[in-house]
C-alpha cells in the first residue's frame, strides 16, 4: 500500500490564476484548512467579482438544533460579510441530504411506528408484548449491565445500582476522570428505556391508560425493535416511506434558518434529485481508475490507486485518515459488512442497497448514493470543476470533505494535471454546553424552535453570542458568554434609542462644540479603520464586535455633539450590525436608516405616548423648580392631544395608551385646579412612569433637564434591572420586619418577665421555705440554701424588684 499521508509531503497550496490584471481585490485573509492558515482570497473569476460558494446542508430527519445554528447562522455572517460588506457577487449553493443511513433508519422506524399506532388505536396486549419485547432488546443492546430479565417495577432501582457512577457524574469506571459523551449516552440510553418502563408500569395497573401518551413514553424502544422485525419488508422503490419525513423535516429546517434570520440559499440541491448525475459521476471515476465495483453492486473509492497516481489523500485531516472510528462513522451504520473492498480504508461511492433500503437503477445494480458522493457530484454540476469556498462544520473535514476533494480531483483530472476543485475550505466550530458537544445521537440539545419560544434566546442575541467568539474556533455556553452578549446587546440597545430620540428632536445641545464633534468622528474614523482590519483578518468577528462597543462607550463619554455628528455615527453602525444580519428587517440600500428593529414603542402606543411623555415633562419640570405655575400646567394638559405619528396597531391596543392619555390629563387638571403641593405632583409622573405605561411595555427614562424623558419599550434589561431593585428592596423590608419583630418578642418577653412579683419569683418546687421577702431559706430537701448561692439569688432578686417597681410605675402612670 502507498505510504500514508502523515509521513508524505503534503503538495504545496497555490492560489488560483484569479482575476485578470487591473482587478483591485480587498485584502481579505481566510483561514483555510487546506493550508491551516490565512490565506489571502483570490477568487477563481477573471473579474475578481463573483465568488461560488458551497455549503454542506443539513441531513432532515430531526429539528435542527443549536448547534446546527452555530454553523449556519456563522456561515451566514461570512456569506453576508462577503457579499454586503467586501461587496463580492456570491453565488450561495447549499444541499439538502435527504437520503442517507440515518434518514433511511429513521424513515421507516417512524413509517412502521405509525401503522401499529394505526391499526392499535387502545393499549391491547399485542401493544404491551412488543413494547415489553423492545424493552428488553433495547437493554440488551444499550444498557448491559442490567439484569437481562429487568421487570419494569424494578428499573429504577437496578440502574441506581448499576449505573451509580454515571447519575452521579463520574465515568462508567467510576475514577476522577472527568464524564464525556460515553456517559452522556448512556444517561441517554437510561432516559428512554425509563420512559418505556413507565408506560408499562402504567398499563400493568390500570386498563384505562391513554394511548398517545403510551406510545409518546414507548417511542424510543418502539422504533428499533420494529425496524428489526419489520424493516426488511420496506418496498425499496417506494420512496415517499422516506421523503414524507424529509420534506417534513426540510420545511422545518428552512422555518428555523428564518427565525434565525439566516438567508435562502441562491441555488438549493437535493440528492434524490441528482441521482442519474451521480451515477454518471462515479462512472467517470472508475473509468478514470479510481474506484471499483464489488461483486455486491457497491462501488468503492480506490485510496491506493488514487495516491499511486500522485494525487494526496486526506488532506485537511492527514492524521485521522487511519482512525477507523471516524471512517466507519462515514460509511454509515446500514453499510454492508460483508463487503470485500481493497483496502478497508476505501470508502462507498455507491452502496447496493438491501431490503427495506430505497433503491435507484445503476450499472451496478439497485442502489442508493453514498454520503461523500453527493456534495462533489451536486456542487460540480452547479459550479463546475473549480470552486471558491467550501464550508461546513468541523466535523465534516474528515472523511467527508477529505473524501469530497478526493472524489472530485479523480472526476476532474481524467488524466491531467491534479485538479484541487475547492480553493479555500472553511469550517465552523461546535457549539458546546457544559464541556459536551451539542448532538443528536447524544440527544442533549436544545431544537432552534424550543430555544426561541421559550425565550432563552432571541434571533438577536443568539447571533451576538455567535459573533463574540471566532468562526472557526468552537464556543461554548456559559453564564459569563450570556452575560457580555446581553451586556453588548443592552449597550447597543442604549445607543440606538438615544439616536431615534435625536432624530425625533432635533436641537443642538446647549454646549455643543467643534470639539466634541472631533472627538467623536475621530473615534468613528478609527472604529471604521478597526472593524476593516478585523474583517479582512478572517472574518474577525469578536474584534469587530469591540470595534462597535468602543466606538459607542466614546460616544457616552463625548459631551457637546451635534445632532449630525451622533446621526452620522448611528448610520454607520446601523449598516454594520445589518451586514452581521443583527436586523432581520435592516435595508442597506436606505443610507438614512438609524438603529435596529425592536428598539421603538409599538406603532399603536405612539400618537399617545409621546404626547404623555411630553406632558409629563412640563409638570415635572414645574415641580421640581419649585416654582409652580398651576395655570400654565392646567392649559399645557388641555392643549395635550394624540399626535398624527406612528399609528397602526389594533384598536385595543391603541385604546389602552388612549386611556392613559386621557386619565393623566384629568389627573393633571385636578391636581392642578386644587393647587396640590408639588410632590402629590410628582408621585402622579412617577405614577404614570412605574405603573400605567410599564405595565403597557414602556418606559419613559428621565435625565437631567433640560433633557426631555426619553421613550423607550420595557426590554429584558430593564426588566431584569427592576427585578433587581424589586428583590433588593423586598430583601430590604423582609430584614427590617425581621428586626421589628425579633424586638417586639425582646419586648414581649421582657414585659411579661416585669410582671412577676420579685416577693414571688423563687416560690417554686426548687425550695421549701422563703423568708418575708420571698428569698428562698431551704431547698426542696428541707437542706439550707449555701451561702455562695444565696448570695446569687439576692442579686437576682433586686435585678427583677428594681424590673418589678419600674413596671408598676408604667401601669400607674
Known amino acids: 500500500m502507498a505510504t500514508t499521508a502523515t509521513t508524505r509531503q503534503m503538495p504545496a497550496w497555490h492560489p488560483p490564476k484569479g482575476p485578470r490584471a487591473g482587478v483591485k481585490l480587498p485584502p481579505l485573509k481566510i483561514y483555510n484548512s487546506l493550508t491551516r492558515q490565512k490565506d489571502a482570497f483570490v477568487p477563481a473569476d477573471e473579474e475578481g467579482k463573483v465568488v461560488t460558494w458551497y455549503t454542506c446542508g443539513p441531513t432532515v430527519y430531526d429539528d435542527a438544533h443549536l448547534g446546527h445554528a452555530r454553523n449556519y447562522v456563522s456561515t451566514d455572517v461570512l456569506r453576508r460579510i462577503m457579499q454586503d460588506y467586501f461587496g463580492f457577487q456570491v453565488k450561495f449553493v447549499m444541499n439538502i441530504t435527504d437520503v ?42 444499550n444498557l448491559p449491565l442490567l439484569p437481562a430479565d429487568i421487570k419494569p417495577e424494578n428499573y429504577g432501582a437496578e440502574v441506581d445500582k448499576a449505573y451509580k457512577s454515571v447519575l452521579e457524574g463520574k465515568t462508567l469506571d467510576g475514577d476522577n476522570e472527568p464524564a464525556g459523551d460515553k456517559e452522556a449516552k448512556i444517561k441517554m440510553h437510561i432516559t428512554t428505556a425509563a420512559g418505556a418502563a413507565e408506560a408499562l408500569l402504567i398499563a400493568s395497573k390500570s386498563s384505562k391508560i391513554d394511548a398517545a401518551d403510551f406510545f409518546d413514553k414507548a417511542e424510543n424502544v418502539l422504533l428499533p425493535y420494529l425496524d428489526s422485525l419489520h424493516g426488511s419488508d420496506i ?8 421523503t414524507s419525513l424529509t420534506q417534513k423535516f426540510e420545511k422545518r429546517f428552512f422555518e428555523d434558518m428564518e427565525a434565525l434570520n439566516v438567508r435562502y440559499p441562491d441555488v438549493l440541491t437535493r440528492v434524490t434529485e441528482f441521482v442519474p448525475q451521480i451515477v454518471t459521476f462515479i462512472e467517470q471515476i472508475v473509468a478514470n481508475g479510481f474506484a471499483y465495483a464489488t461483486p455486491d453492486g457497491s462501488v468503492y473509492f480506490d485510496i491506493e490507486a488514487f495516491e499511486k497516481a500522485g494525487h494526496d489523500y486526506a488532506r485537511l485531516e492527514p492524521w485521522n485518515r487511519n482512525d477507523k472510528s471516524l471512517q466507519a462513522d462515514g460509511e454509515g451504520s446500514l453499510t454492508n459488512k460483508n463487503t470485500v473492498k481493497r483496502n478497508d480504508s476505501d470508502f462507498a461511492l455507491w452502496k447496493a442497497s438491501k431490503a427495506g433500503e430505497p433503491a435507484w437503477p445503476s450499472p451496478w445494480g439497485p442502489g442508493r448514493p453514498g454520503w461523500h458522493i453527493e456534495c462533489s457530484v451536486m456542487a460540480s454540476e452547479v459550479l463546475g470543476k473549480e470552486i471558491d469556498l467550501h464550508s461546513g462544520g468541523v466535523d465534516l473535514r474528515f472523511p467527508h470533505h477529505d473524501n469530497e476533494l478526493a472524489q472530485s480531483t479523480a ?8 485538479v484541487l476543485w475547492t480553493n479555500y475550505f472553511i469550517h465552523t466550530g461546535h457549539l458546546s454546553i457544559q464541556g459536551l458537544k451539542m448532538s443528536k445521537s447524544l440527544k442533549n440539545f436544545t431544537t432552534v424552535r424550543s430555544a426561541l419560544s421559550r425565550g432563552e434566546y432571541t434571533q438577536r442575541s443568539l447571533r451576538v453570542a455567535f459573533l463574540m467568539g471566532a468562526w472557526q474556533e468552537g464556543i461554548e455556553i456559559t453564564e459569563e458568554l450570556l452575560k457580555t452578549t446581553a451586556s453588548w446587546e443592552d449597550k447597543l440597545n442604549n445607543f440606538f434609542l438615544k439616536s431615534i430620540d435625536v432624530a425625533r428632536h432635533p436641537t443642538k445641545p446647549e454646549g455643543s462644540t467643534e470639539a466634541g464633534d472631533k472627538q467623536l468622528l475621530g473615534a468613528l474614523d478609527k472604529a471604521k479603520a478597526d472593524l476593516d482590519a478585523a474583517l479582512c483578518d478572517s472574518f474577525n468577528t469578536p474584534a469587530a464586535m469591540r470595534a462597535i462597543s468602543d466606538l459607542v462607550s466614546e460616544f457616552n463619554v463625548t459631551k457637546g455633539v451635534s445632532d449630525e455628528a451622533v446621526l452620522t455615527t448611528a448610520r454607520w453602525i446601523t449598516r454594520i450590525v445589518t451586514i452581521l444580519g443583527l436586523d432581520a428587517e435592516g435595508d442597506l440600500k436606505d443610507a438614512s436608516r438609524i438603529a435596529w428593529s425592536g428598539i421603538d414603542i409599538p406603532a ?24 409652580l405655575d398651576y395655570e400654565s400646567i392646567s392649559q399645557a394638559a388641555q392643549r395635550t392631544k394624540p399626535s398624527a405619528a406612528g399609528g397602526g396597531g389594533d384598536d385595543e391596543s391603541a385604546a389602552r395608551y388612549e386611556a392613559v ?11 392642578a385646579g386644587d393647587r396640590a403641593p408639588a410632590k402629590d405632583l410628582l408621585v402622579l409622573c412617577d405614577q404614570l412612569r412605574d405603573t400605567h405605561l410599564w405595565n403597557l411595555g414602556v418606559y419613559l427614562e428621565d435625565r437631567d433637564g433640560p433633557l426631555h424623558a426619553m421613550v423607550r419599550p420595557v426590554d429584558r434589561a430593564l426588566l431584569a434591572a427592576r427585578a433587581e431593585r424589586e428583590s433588593a428592596a423586598a430583601a430590604k423590608r423582609e430584614a427590617k420586619a425581621k428586626r421589628e419583630a425579633e424586638e417586639a418578642e425582646r419586648r414581649r418577653l421582657l414585659e411579661e418577665k416585669a410582671r412577676l412579683s420579685h416577693l414571688d419569683m423563687f416560690r417554686t418546687a426548687e425550695f421549701s421555705e422563703w423568708d418575708e421577702n420571698g428569698l428562698p431559706t431551704k431547698d426542696a430537701k428541707g437542706e439550707e440554701v449555701a451561702k455562695s448561692k444565696k448570695k446569687k439569688l439576692v442579686k437576682d432578686w433586686e435585678r427583677q424588684k428594681k424590673l418589678h417597681e419600674e413596671w408598676k410605675a408604667k401601669q400607674g402612670s
Request: hydrophobic content about 30%; glycine content about 6%; cysteine-free.
Open 100 to 141: 442517507d443511513d440515518k434518514i433511511i433508519l429513521r424513515g421507516r422506524q417512524q413509517h412502521l411506528l405509525g401503522k401499529l399506532r394505526a391499526e392499535h388505536a387502545q393499549v391491547d396486549e399485542f401493544v404491551l408484548s412488543t413494547t415489553k419485547a423492545g424493552f428488553d432488546q433495547y437493554i440488551k443492546k
Open 235 to 242: 418496498d425499496a422503490n417506494d420512496h415517499s416511506v422516506f
Open 411 to 418: 472526476y476532474w483530472s481524467k488524466g491531467g494535471p491534479s
Open 604 to 627: 399603536s402606543a405612539q400618537p399617545y405616548v409621546y404626547p404623555v411623555s411630553q406632558l409629563r415633562d412640563e409638570v415635572r419640570q414645574q415641580a421640581r423648580s419649585g416654582s
Open 661 to 671: 392619555l386621557s386619565q393623566f390629563k384629568t389627573d393633571v387638571q385636578k391636581l
